[in-house]
């Protein structure tokens, strides 16, 4: 059973930039491949990016690319996600979730998700 723990989010105002952590547990961290969705109000969740096991060349989703940045640390069991140039329509809960599969993790269907941290720009 993985346990993800998401933290770092918070109001920032446009164009600013925030790090969302998350951090796992129960599992061997290194063996699991690694993403993060969102969901704004009113919206369904979406896909933001995803990592496999080596941290190596992520993949993001068109809206987020160049300006997010998805990495990891095997040895803290951590996953980060560097967010900058924030826009409004960035707002939305941030979750992280993992899985044995990358295909799994990136397509939203792994059983494991954290409680997820809200991230707002807003001037």
């Known amino acids: 059973q993985v346990h993800l723990v998401e933290t770092g989010g918070g109001l920032v105002q446009p164009g600013g930039s925030l790090r969302l952590s998350c951090v796992a547990s129960?599992?061997?961290?290194?063996?699991?491949?690694m993403g993060w969705f969102r969901q704004a109000p009113g919206k369904r969740r979406e896909f933001v990016g995803a990592?496999?096991?080596?941290?190596?060349?992520?993949t993001y989703a068109n809206s987020v690319k160049g300006r997010f940045t998805i990495s990891r640390d095997n040895a803290k069991g951590t996953m980060y996600l560097q967010l900058s140039s924030l826009k409004p329509e960035d707002t939305a809960v941030y979750y992280c979730?993992?899985?044995?599969?990358?295909?799994?993790?990136?397509?939203?269907?792994?059983?494991?998700w954290g409680q997820g941290t809200q991230v707002t720009v807003s001037s």
């Open positions: 979730t993992a899985a044995n599969e990358f295909y799994t993790v990136a397509g939203g269907t792994s059983n494991y």
């Open positions: 990592v496999n096991l080596s941290g190596r060349n992520p």
């Open positions: 129960g599992g061997t961290f290194s063996r699991l491949a």
